[in-house]
């Protein structure tokens, strides 16, 4: 079964970083094209960050460029998404999702979500 | 690409044929996905370019369209469908979503 488990989130003040931890299973994770979407509260999904296989592209969105850094670890089976300069504008449940594989491009696959709060 | 959704909210109730429009702002083929999302939970996609049906998703949710104008259509509506809907264009790189359709009883 594909389980997708993120940690990582919590309270942590403006200007502060947070490490968030997206862990894979069930699936061949090197094999599988990687994303970070997130909901602020009330309102719709943005996506933010993307990670090929094999590491060769990076993408993320003008909202978080130059302050998020995606990466990740096969041998590990994890994604990661390194968040510095945090605002309040980034509080928001953080999802993982898995990219579909095919001519089609989806997310197939997403994890419950870890909720990061910015604020004093 | 901007993706806008109409109408939101819609109010139904159960048994009803509902219609949810997403319109993008250029052209994008057939590369649209429409997710479902439960409060509290993470979305979950029901159809992936415009109108194939992901596997183990009920055959009453259907969806069409090319091009810039897009539909998903829920034939019957039950009583868990009762959710917010979400188009995305991956024809272009970010990947946005539509501002989303809360579906009301």
């Known amino acids: 079964e594909v389980q997708l488990l993120e940690s990582g989130g919590g309270l942590v003040q403006p200007g502060g970083s947070l490490r968030l931890s997206c862990a894979a299973s069930?699936?061949?994770?090197?094999?599988?094209?990687m994303a970070w979407v997130r909901q602020a509260p009330g309102k719709g999904l943005e996506w933010i960050s993307y990670i090929s296989t094999s590491v060769t592209i990076k993408s993320h969105a003008d909202s978080v460029k130059g302050r998020f850094t995606i990466f990740r670890d096969d041998a590990k089976s994890s994604l990661y998404l390194q968040m510095n300069s945090l605002t309040a504008e980034d509080t928001a449940v953080y999802y993982c999702?898995?990219?579909?594989?095919?001519?089609?491009?989806?997310?197939?696959?997403w994890g419950q979500g870890t909720l990061v709060t910015v604020s004093s | 690409i901007q993706m806008t959704q109409s109408p939101s909210p819609l109010s139904a109730s159960v048994g009803d044929r509902v219609t949810i429009t997403c319109r993008a702002s250029q052209s994008i083929s057939n590369h649209l996905n429409w997710y479902q999302q439960k409060p509290g939970k993470a979305p979950k996609v029901l159809i992936y370019?415009?109108?194939n049906l992901q596997s183990g998703v009920p055959s009453r949710f259907s969806g069409s369209g090319s091009g810039t104008d897009f539909t998903l259509t829920i034939s019957s509506l039950q009583p868990e469908d009762f959710a917010t809907y979400y188009c995305?264009?991956?024809?272009?790189?970010?990947?946005?979503f539509g501002q989303g359709t809360k579906l009301e009883i």
């Open positions: 995305q264009q991956t024809y272009r790189t970010p990947p946005t």
């Open positions: 370019a415009a109108s």
């Open positions: 069930g699936f061949k994770f090197s094999s599988y094209e």
């Open positions: 999702a898995r990219g579909s594989q095919g001519s089609s491009y989806y997310f197939d696959y």
